[in-house]
Structures are given as C-alpha cells and as structure tokens.
C-alpha cells in the first residue's frame, strides 16, 4: 500500500508477490474488488489483537497510545506513501462494502483507545475527571487530522509530527506535561498498524495490503 496505490497492481502482481499464481488468486477472490474487501475485513477484525499487542509491548496505557500514532505515522513515511493510502481511502468512502468493513476498524480503534484512556485515569497518568469518551474522539481526529496536515507542510518526520498533536491534546486534557515515553523505534522497525480512518491504519501484518 506504501509503494502502489489501487489503479498501480493487479492480481496477477500480488500473486507472484505471494508465490502464487494469478488463477488460484482469481479463483480464490474473482476480482480484485473482491481482494480489497476480503484484506479491509481482515484489518477491521484484527482490530482488538493489536492493540492488545500494543498493551503487551508497551508499559503504560499512555505509552501504548503514542505506540500506536507512531505506526499509524508510518503510511506518512514519504509523500508518496501517504498519496498511495489516500488513493485506497477514495475506495473505502465510496464502495459501500469497503465502508462497511473501514466504519467497523472506525469504531473498534475508538473503543480501544477509551480503554487505554481508563486505564491511564487508573494508572495516575491522566486525571478522573477526563470524560474518556469524548478524549477517545479527540484522540482519533487529532491523529487522522494531523497525518494529513503533515501532507501540507512536510516539515520534519510525519512520525514526529503526529506525536507533536497528540500530546498536545494529553497536555490539554491533562493539564500535566507529557508523561514519561519509551524510546521510538528505528525508522523502519516499527508496528505498522494499517491505513487510518480519515487516514485510517490498515494492519500490514495481519491481513493489509503489502503492495
């Protein structure tokens, strides 16, 4: 998804990719069309096991919530990339079958991240009064919202960018200054979680697009 957009690849090309061939790919999906729905289900049910992962990787709730920005920075890992994801995003708006799948990894990220929100209130790391439903939307526009402002202005890594809004909305929210983060991955070695929602993450390594 980083290096071709949807119009870029066939399913010849994604079956010598696999080390299939083009008409066991066709027999097994019939179209491309039916490939990208079958992928964007996948990312929407593998929703609950990242960030899981993300919990198990990380040691604080707050920390797993920078973990994910960082991954979902990564589609912003060149202009280039970004626009692929856009281009696979203009399908998802507009294919009622792809929305379906893309409007439940929506809801399934914002749950997610009102969990870890309280559990950062019972970790101390955010204060009981934050209405965690209204943060968990917050948190997902800042994130979507600020990779596509990185478009316009390419000032500096999408990854710091991103990382930059987001713990201003903490510190907003919080009144604190940012806790404490665990050290960023090397460029390259990071979780990619998928194509976000607005930008919407589509989880590379459980069933997103590795074209």
Known sequence: MS???PAQWTLADIAAEAGLTAGALVQRFGSKRRLLIA???QAADATPEIFAQLRTDHS????????YADCLAQMGES???????LAYLQLDLTDPELHRHVRAQARATRAAFREL????????ELASTVDTEALARAVEVTLSGSLLTWA????GPAATWVRADLDALLR??????SPAREPKPAAGTGRRVARPVATRPRHKPRGGRST
Do not use: C, N
């Not at 202009?79 to 994801?85: D, E, M, S, T």
């Not at 907003?172 to 200054?177: D, F, K, P, R």
């Open 3 to 5: 290096r071709l957009g």
């Open 172 to 177: 907003s929210t919080s009144g604190t200054s």
């Open 152 to 155: 316009f202005y390419q000032d």
């Open 79 to 85: 202009p280039g990339a970004l626009a692929h994801h």
């Open 60 to 67: 604080s709730p707050l920390a797993a919530l920078r973990a």
């Open 39 to 41: 992928l964007t289900e």
């Open 117 to 124: 929100l309280e559990d950062a209130i019972a970790a101390g």
